[in-house]
């Protein structure tokens, strides 16, 4: 690649680094609002808006799971540049929405609408495999990683203040107001990355679930890839689904003690995708940094599940930190599978599974942590946790399995 053309490439790599911060940093915004929201809509029923905050989140991942799919081929057909800031302008629009909602059903729609444009994020991932020479990928997808981290950190702490000092409508204007920054910052600089000559007829055969499934099948390794992927992913939302109730209950944590171990979570995933991933990719492989993070993310499950105190939770958190040398890995293998017209799909479709996830977690581990501290039952408080380390094995062996095979080379489905 020429000097002019790295210059480009590393433009184009900044505005999605910049882009991708500025989404999380809009999603974080509305993170300690939305749930006292729901109540005041529930006039303060603290148990009716607990089920309305489980039905926002089941249908937010089912919206992803659908939309991914559809955005991700469209990006295949029409190029990444106009999907992506369609769905920056969609988000910002949406969150406008919920500033103004009157009434829970608004709430209801816009969150909808929210995790479609949310799928654009897959989008942002085939942007980025266009842009990065392969052995180059692992590491700019940490670095996407890490400007995630830094949103979800800054976010929360931006939406608090926000609320504090002019209610709680006043977050969702000023996650609309990033999210236009970011989709002006696109309009005014992004190039498109995918060439006229490497895009691909769009199907709605194609652009669904079922579709996507197919689309993995067609390439040998791409399906268990994904399901590992999944699996990963499906064991994370441990976190948002029992974390507050079982350090509350376990260690007596208050809700800012929780916000803060949410955070060293943060700060651990930001130096490790953006300060070790080069370096271990460059030690140990893809490969291995994909087994270095199922294996360090199951450990970290493990030690939260068996940890007697608050101080011994804490030290399982850089243990399980290393998780995020699995992501860059992942991405820097998979992209390799499938030809330039089908990143969009890739992307799509392991975005959708990531979707499914996120439907059946709340219920798995909700109700595993339920039974195992409900009275008569075997008091084992970690047993979430301990799920979530035994998924984390599951995928490992898939991940090794895959590996045994040998890789193919990248072609295209038809």
């Known amino acids: 690649m020429s000097e002019a053309g790295e210059r480009r490439r590393r433009a184009a790599v900044g505005f999605i680094l910049v882009s991708v911060w500025l989404d999380v940093l809009s999603l974080g915004v509305i993170i300690p609002v939305f749930a006292p929201l729901i109540q005041r809509f529930e006039g303060g029923d603290a148990a009716a808006a607990a089920r309305w905050i489980g039905v926002f989140s089941t249908v937010w991942a089912l919206a992803q799971f659908f939309g991914a799919p559809i955005l991700g081929a469209l990006s295949d057909r029409f190029g990444r540049r106009p999907v992506l800031l369609i769905s920056l302008f969609g988000l910002a629009v949406d969150y406008l929405v919920m500033a103004f909602a009157p009434t829970l059903g608004w709430l209801f729609v816009a969150r909808v609408v929210s995790g479609l444009t949310a799928a654009g994020m897959a989008v942002a991932s085939a942007y980025i495999a ?53 989709a002006l910052y696109g309009l005014f600089v992004l190039p498109e990355s995918l060439r006229p000559e490497d895009r691909a007829q769009f199907a709605w055969a194609k652009a669904n679930p079922v579709g996507s499934l197919n689309f993995l099948i067609a390439h040998r390794e791409l399906l268990p890839l994904s399901a590992v992927n999944m ?99 992942f991405q820097g293998i998979v992209t390799r599978r499938v030809a330039p017209s089908e990143q969009g799909r890739l992307q799509g479709a392991n975005a959708s599974l990531v979707g499914l996830a996120g439907v059946v977690a709340p219920t798995l581990f909700g109700f595993t942590y339920a039974w195992f501290v409900a009275p008569g039952h075997p008091f084992v408080p970690g047993s979430a946790f301990f799920l ?12 090794v399995a895959v590996m045994a095979r040998g890789p193919r080379p990248a072609e295209a489905s038809t």
């Not at 590491?139 to 926000?162: D, K, R, S």
């Not at 979530?388 to 991940?399: D, E, K, N, P, R």
């Open 130 to 182: 266009d842009v990065t020479p392969p052995e180059k990928r692992a590491q700019t997808f940490g670095l996407i990683g890490a400007a995630w981290g830094v949103g979800f950190i800054v976010g929360p702490a931006i939406g608090g203040f926000l609320a504090a000092q002019f209610g709680l409508r006043a977050p969702f204007l000023g996650a609309a107001a990033l999210t236009v920054v970011g």
């Open 231 to 329: 699996l990963l992913q499906l064991a994370h939302y441990v976190l948002p689904t029992i974390f507050v109730l079982y350090a509350s209950n376990r260690y007596g944590w208050t809700v800012d003690m929780t916000g803060y171990a949410l955070a060293l979570t943060g700060v651990c995933n930001i130096v490790v995708q953006g300060l070790l991933v080069r370096r271990v990719v460059a030690w140990i492989g893809e490969w291995g940094a994909v087994l270095a993070g199922l294996t360090f993310g199951g450990l970290g499950f493990a030690i939260y599940g068996v940890a007697p105190t608050g101080w011994a939770f804490l030290i399982g958190t850089p243990v399980f930190g290393l998780i995020g040398l699995f992501g860059p890995g």
């Open 388 to 399: 979530a380390a035994g998924i984390h094995a599951v995928a490992a062996l898939i991940a």
